[in-house]
């Protein structure tokens, strides 16, 4: 963790913005929600955490190649397209877009998985996919939230 | 509606104050004064940069004279701060003091308002009302009653114990009235006392003592307020006397019955050790306890409980026979003229806080159990022991435990700070051991506390900044096997740190008393929103309450440490002297009375009443109204079927004109 | 009792022996799930990180399509699942320029929401809704001799307590202690097992999986109870890595619904038991009665 929660919510209040979207930090938070029910002053830092990685999102400044980022995105876009997430093959994308030499040191849990028939290689995916695109499509008007840019 | 007055009489002076930059910043108050100038029976009207100094003052007392004015309004600041004043220049200028009305101007207008045009409309508006109102005004009296000389004072700790100390040293007679079976309250239980270091028993002991010796003091341990009637320098106190079930007459505290008790040994936590002994159920609170009076807890006692016990306690004190099976609660009645409430405070539950572990791991301790342990009178003789029984070689303070937390109390208790380097010192003088204190902020403003301050850290007690977020028992390294685990981040050095420790020390925080809203009605004073009893002005009447002849002093008005609570103590017992030795107060007339002939005597004001001022007269049938109770609220008035009760202050034609006068367009 | 269910994707994926569980124990207490229909991913942490709005549009449409059903609770046994509906409600509550996205969206595909069904987790409709006494009732293998960690994990309990306490929930404990399993005291039961951290950033993440599991081994626990699906995956699925790292941390973690069909008699092939990585040894022998 280069910054701590504490600092982010110190260099934000700074107006540190690249500092604090180019940092690690946020996309660490896991969302326990351990700090928001522990803050003295009741700040709802895992809220602001998802705020800040949404904005880095947007502004596509969010650290090269780093894992957590891709992986929201890859969520983001099977949702869209099947409404449902197959985690198996979720986590195969995400190999292959942030560091597929992941796969081959992860193969022994693979193999776990078929064995304990666990690894699903058909897609889940809901019938009214159309009505589903349509909703999260209608949220489109306002010009601030745009696709999210591709990290260069 | 008649009045008493010939309309041709009135003569009106009116008066507006620029307040400086305050008023005359917002409002134009020469425009103002011009406007009044064209009503009816206003003889003179002024502005002036500040009414309420001398020469302000003096402007109203010479027009008085020089052009025969009767009637005065000043338009200003709020009737609190100086209503007060311009009665007394109207008095002075040779008028009955009620001849006046006061328009508030400031906090009604310019201080609220930016708008300048409108803002002086509405001062207009509001000086119009005044001075339709003045009219009507009559001449009136202000009442004396007289006041009772004894005080009660409530709660046994240092607070009430200096209260009770300064009057009965002034003479006057004092109740001293505690809960407890013996005063001293939390300072008794205080090793040593910052940032002096010196032995708290020996400051607090004597003052004891003195309590104890003083013939003007009638100590009432054991006892509670049950019931509070009256008014300032007239109160009658009801005090609920818990049976001790030992004849304070006759005890003289050998203690020879604790020794024959049939329990060998103590059984039960001991409330002065907090827990950390175990007394019998007949004991004495603690060594230096006053009164030296045992007493016999009804819950645990044999024979209280099931009538079934030896009763070796009795045959011990066969010769003076002390023990007293039979006695009974008493309810005794007291007449006092003021009160001084000193109920003090409670501990923070460290339970509240699950990470911080305690009641889950053995050796994480409050600071006022570990106050018990360093102290040689304390359950382990002054040793500080783990309950494992082993010496730590390593400790750790965790300050704002309940305090300065939205989730528990908001307040800073103001004495953890120093209370803890106390002991961190007195942990590194008794055990060597390595001491490191978690805070947020280091709150050391007190005389000689930064010094105290320094001097910790020069003794090398580690400081780290940051507020403590577990106390773990996991260990990731071998150092840490065994040990607590303080997890926190350092805020200085940026890095989140693991400390292991041996023992841990939850610095926590006051609260207000559990029943503090139950005793806030009992003496109908008011509570802050965190439950701190509160003072009349923040400033300027720091232990008054709202209610007249009652007095806050100590940690029931806030926290603060025991100098601070000494001095308020010093200024309540001051303030209720001055009540008694001028012997009266004087009451503002602007009280309701009954137009007997009017009343039909329906009895529906009298549940209305907060006060219980009014009641039936058994031989005419009509409702009356005790002045001296009576505090002016209305609402007896505009609760009367028949409009028989009116008030002084505020007849029907006073506040007629006055609505006319606001919404008069000029 | 009747329930609308949301099973959410893991149950249907990695943590199905979660839903392969709770069916058969809900049915043995009379528990009726009824299935939303064409329900959709709840979004988890994964989209809230990237578009709030769209989030709570998404998990909205699951809200609207469980009202439908008339049922009074919807359960969803899922902890990622029970936070984002309930946070969802949170903010359709607190946010009007949510509110109104998310209404114009329900609107536009002919859904209606309003506000009102409570969302809730298996653990607070069995202790709460069933009861212990009913659920002592079905014991019929009682867990005599096992010791058992109760591990909540973090989304459950935090932010939105509901049923039980943030920091120190008991309601598990109490459940577990009524099948006769011996609870150990276990205080890191609402720590982070790593969350999606294990995948993305395994240095950060399986240390968070390997302190849970070690310290169950200390203080002795035989089995880890979960509630969670990526709890259980991260708890059962990186020993191999996480023995290469730090030694071996040999304990089992399956569903506490897992437990509760095995006191309830039911048979082990039906319970999923058979998909963990690391398997539970048979149940100890139970004492001789006297």
């Not at chain 3, 859904?111 to 409570?118: A, C, T």
């Amino acid at each position: 963790m280069e910054h701590s929660p504490r600092q982010i919510m110190a260099l934000v209040r700074a107006d540190f913005k690249d500092e604090v979207l180019r940092s690690r930090s946020i996309w660490l938070c896991a969302s326990c929600y351990a700090c928001t029910v522990e803050c003295p002053r009741e700040i709802r830092i895992t809220d602001i955490m998802y705020a800040l990685k949404q904005r880095a999102i947007l502004e596509g400044i969010y650290p090269k190649r780093f894992p957590i980022p891709i992986l929201a995105k890859e969520f983001f876009k099977m949702v869209h397209s099947k409404g449902r997430i197959t985690e198996t093959l979720l986590v195969m994308r995400l190999f292959l877009r942030a560091n597929w030499r992941a796969v081959l040191s992860s193969w022994r849990q693979g193999i776990g998985l078929i064995r304990t028939g666990r690894f699903v290689l058909r897609h889940e995916r809901i019938e009214n996919r159309a009505q589903l695109a349509g909703m999260l499509d209608s949220d489109l008007h306002d010009e601030r939230r745009i696709t999210p840019k591709e990290a260069a | 509606m008649k009045t008493n007055l010939t309309n041709g009489d009135i003569r009106i002076g009116f008066y507006i104050c620029h307040c400086g930059h305050n008023i005359g910043g917002v409002v134009d108050c020469t425009a103002v004064a011009h406007e009044i100038t064209g009503l009816p029976g206003v003889v003179v009207s002024r502005d002036y940069k500040y009414m309420c100094s001398d020469p302000g003052q003096e402007l109203i007392r010479n027009d008085i004279r020089e052009h025969a004015l009767n009637r005065i309004v000043v338009a200003s600041c709020s009737p609190l701060l100086h209503e007060h004043t311009f009665r007394n220049a109207v008095e002075a200028g040779g008028l009955n003091r009620y001849f006046f009305q006061m328009v508030n101007i400031r906090e009604h207008d310019s201080w609220v308002h930016t708008d300048h045009a409108k803002a002086t409309t509405k001062a207009v508006a509001l000086a119009r009302a005044a001075v339709l109102r003045v009219r009507f005004h009559r001449a009136l009296e202000t009442t004396r009653v007289a006041i009772h000389p004894d005080v009660l004072v409530v709660g046994g700790g240092i607070s009430g114990i200096h209260a009770a100390l300064t009057l009965a040293n002034a003479g006057k007679k004092v109740y001293l009235v505690e809960r407890d079976p013996s005063i001293g309250g939390h300072m008794a239980k205080f090793d040593k006392t910052f940032p002096t270091l010196d032995c708290a028993a020996c400051i607090l002991t004597p003052k004891m003592s003195a309590v104890r010796a003083n013939k003007n003091i009638k100590l009432w341990t054991y006892s509670e307020v049950a019931k509070v009637d009256g008014y300032v320098g007239n109160y009658t106190v009801t005090v609920r006397r818990k049976p001790r079930y030992v004849n304070e007459e006759l005890c003289i505290g050998c203690q020879e019955c604790i020794e024959a008790c049939v329990f060998k040994e103590g059984k039960y936590p001991d409330e002065f050790n907090v827990g950390l002994s175990k007394r019998k159920p007949i004991y004495i609170p603690f060594p230096q306890a006053v009164p030296q009076v045992v007493v016999i807890d009804p819950e645990r006692c044999l024979q209280l409980k099931s009538g079934r016990c030896k009763k070796t306690c009795v045959e011990a004190c066969a010769d003076r026979q002390a023990i007293d099976f039979t006695q009974k609660e008493e309810m005794a009645e007291i007449k006092v003229g003021n009160i001084i409430v000193a109920t003090g405070f409670k501990l923070f539950d460290a339970k509240r806080i699950p990470q911080y572990g305690y009641g889950l791991y053995p050796n994480v301790v409050t600071s006022i159990e570990l106050e018990r342990l360093v102290t040689s009178s304390g359950p382990t003789g002054g040793e500080i022991i783990m309950r494992d029984g082993r010496t730590p070689q390593s400790v750790a303070f965790v300050l704002c435990v309940g305090s300065r937390d939205f989730r528990t109390n908001r307040w800073c208790s103001r004495t953890c700070c120093m209370h803890s380097m106390k002991l961190a010192q007195l942990v590194r003088e008794h055990t060597g051991a390595d001491v490191t204190v978690f805070y947020l902020d280091i709150r050391a403003p007190g005389k000689g506390c930064e010094e105290f301050y320094d001097k910790s850290l020069k003794d090398g007690i580690q400081f780290v900044r940051g507020r403590v977020a577990e106390v773990t028992d996991w260990a990731l390294t071998p150092e840490e096997e065994g040990k607590l685990v303080i997890r926190a981040e350092d805020t200085l050095a940026g890095v989140v740190r693991r400390i292991p420790v041996d023992m841990i020390v939850l610095a926590v925080g006051m609260e207000p008393q559990a029943d503090s809203q139950a005793v806030r009605r009992l003496f109908n004073m008011s509570c802050g929103s965190e439950g701190w009893f509160l003072e009349k002005h923040p400033k300027l009447a720091p232990v008054s309450t709202f209610t007249d002849g009652v007095f806050i002093a100590g940690c029931c008005q806030g926290p603060k440490d025991i100098p601070d609570s000494i001095a308020q103590a010093g200024a309540a017992a001051a303030e209720a002297m001055a009540l008694i030795d001028r012997g009266y107060i004087e009451q503002e007339p602007n009280t309701a009375y009954v137009v007997e002939e009017d009343c039909s005597g329906c009895k529906s004001c009298l549940p209305l009443c907060p006060y219980t001022a009014i009641t039936l007269d058994g031989t005419t049938q009509k409702a009356t109204i005790n002045a001296a109770l009576c505090k002016g609220c209305g609402t007896c008035v505009a609760a009367c079927p028949s409009g028989s009760i009116r008030q002084h202050l505020f007849e029907d034609d006073e506040i007629f004109s006055e609505i006319e006068g606001v919404l008069t367009h000029a | 009792m009747k329930y609308a269910y949301f099973p959410g994707c893991s149950l249907k994926g990695l943590g199905r022996a979660y839903e392969e569980s709770l069916l058969p124990v809900m049915e043995k207490l009379g528990v009726e799930l009824v299935e939303l229909n064409d329900w959709n991913c709840c979004g988890a942490t994964a989209y809230m990180s990237v578009d709030e709005t769209k989030a709570c549009i998404l998990a909205a449409r699951n809200l609207a399509i469980a009202e439908k059903t008339g049922s009074r609770d919807l359960v969803t046994p899922c902890s990622a699942c029970y936070l984002v509906l309930n946070k969802t409600k949170h903010y359709l509550k607190d946010s009007p320029e949510i509110r109104g996205s998310v209404q114009r969206a329900l609107e536009g595909a002919g859904l209606r929401y309003s506000g009102e069904m409570p969302v809730r987790h298996p653990l607070d409709i069995l202790v709460h809704d069933v009861g212990l006494d009913v659920i002592r009732e079905k014991v019929v293998r009682p867990l005599t001799g096992l010791k058992v960690a109760p591990y909540y994990g973090c989304q459950v309990v935090r932010p939105y307590a509901t049923f039980d306490d943030a920091w120190n929930p008991t309601t598990m404990d109490r459940l577990l202690a009524t099948l006769g399993a011996e609870v150990v005291p276990y205080p890191l039961k609402t720590k982070c097992c790593g969350g999606s951290l294990t995948g993305t950033l395994p240095d950060t993440g399986l240390r968070l999986t390997y302190i849970l599991l070690k310290e169950a081994v200390r203080r002795g626990a035989d089995v880890i109870a979960t509630i969670c699906p990526l709890c259980q995956f991260n708890l059962d699925a990186y020993h191999d890595q996480l023995t290469r790292q730090w030694g071996p941390v040999p304990i089992p973690t399956v569903y506490f619904t897992q437990l509760m069909g095995l006191a309830f008699g039911l048979p082990e092939s039906q319970l999923g038991l058979r998909r963990n990585f690391v398997r539970m040894k048979p149940l100890p022998a139970l004492p001789a009665r006297a």
